[in-house]
């Protein structure tokens, strides 16, 4: 065997070793505030976040790097989601970070969204054109955690998430470096456990092989199109700490969000790498 390689994707085998999520078979670089901004010293790296509260709990992770100070979450939370319309961004030395609101409900039909999510808002649909796919300096991660998988069939699942791999294949140029993020256990593991929403207190609650199950779909449904970056291995890993309920900090606070910030340094390395190791050195 020869010397370990740095990670040039986001789907690796691994474990928990402390606070840091190490994959099996190559290495993750720390990144720091500078040394991201010499992954964009030669050309600008632009990462485009498009998902609900799991993927803005990666926006803050990545924010609070960038700048070196802590983000109000809890004012995002209030103001920015579900049929509000807010956006967030931030940026620092050629590094810019982005976030918007989209889920897989977006890729149906309005009506028939609104026929299940009769109380809750229904988001504006975010058509995959508004991605910056041409921009070979961006990095878009894109993903809808609980929505489609709380409230509709795995088949409704699946069809949607076909009619958006179609949709993607059909955007043309695509230069930008795509990543799927592939279902977090965000929910619960305890198969006794209904998937059920109320409509005054939505749980963000499933059976953990469900959503293990949904995870699996959507990494098949989007293969070929779009690479994997998974929160699947670093959340079922922390299984003793994703249950019983959902934290947008992902999970638990005495952590500080161990898994989230996990997933954003597996997006930085899977951007930041390809730029900053010689191509003999990646894995």
Aim: glycine share 8%; charged share 20%.
């Amino acid at each position: 065997m020869g010397p370990p390689r740095a990670c040039s994707g986001g789907a690796h085998s691994g474990r928990w070793l402390g606070q840091d999520w190490a994959p099996f078979t190559c290495y993750l670089n720390r990144y720091t505030r500078s040394s991201l901004r010499r992954c964009a010293a030669e050309r600008p790296l632009r990462i485009g976040l498009y998902g609900d509260s799991i993927m803005r709990g990666i926006y803050f992770d990545l924010a609070e790097l960038l700048t070196g100070t802590k983000q109000d979450r809890g004012w995002a939370k209030r103001h920015a989601g579900a049929g509000k319309g807010k956006r967030l961004s931030v940026s620092n030395g050629g590094v810019s970070v982005s976030w918007a609101w989209w889920t897989l409900n977006d890729t149906v039909p309005q009506a028939a969204a609104a026929a299940t999510d009769s109380v809750r808002k229904v988001p504006q649909p975010l058509s995959p054109s508004n991605w910056s796919l041409s921009d070979r300096d961006s990095v878009v991660l894109f993903g809808s955690a609980a929505h489609d998988m709380r409230y509709r069939t795995l088949r409704s699942y699946e069809q949607a998430l076909r009619r958006l791999a179609a949709a993607l294949r059909a955007a043309q140029p695509v230069r930008a470096r795509l990543f799927w993020l592939l279902g977090a256990a965000n929910h619960i593991y305890d198969d006794s456990f209904d998937c059920a929403g109320g409509e005054t207190n939505p749980m963000h609650r499933m059976s953990f092989h469900r959503a293990m199950l949904f995870s699996a779909v959507g990494a098949e449904a989007l293969r070929g199109v779009a690479a994997p970056l998974d929160m699947w291995g670093p959340t079922s890993n922390q299984a003793a700490h994703a249950s019983k309920i959902h934290y947008d900090a992902l999970y638990v606070p005495q952590d500080d969000g161990v898994v989230s910030r996990g997933v954003a340094n597996l997006l930085i390395n899977a951007g930041c790498n390809p730029r900053t190791v010689p191509a003999r050195e990646l894995q």
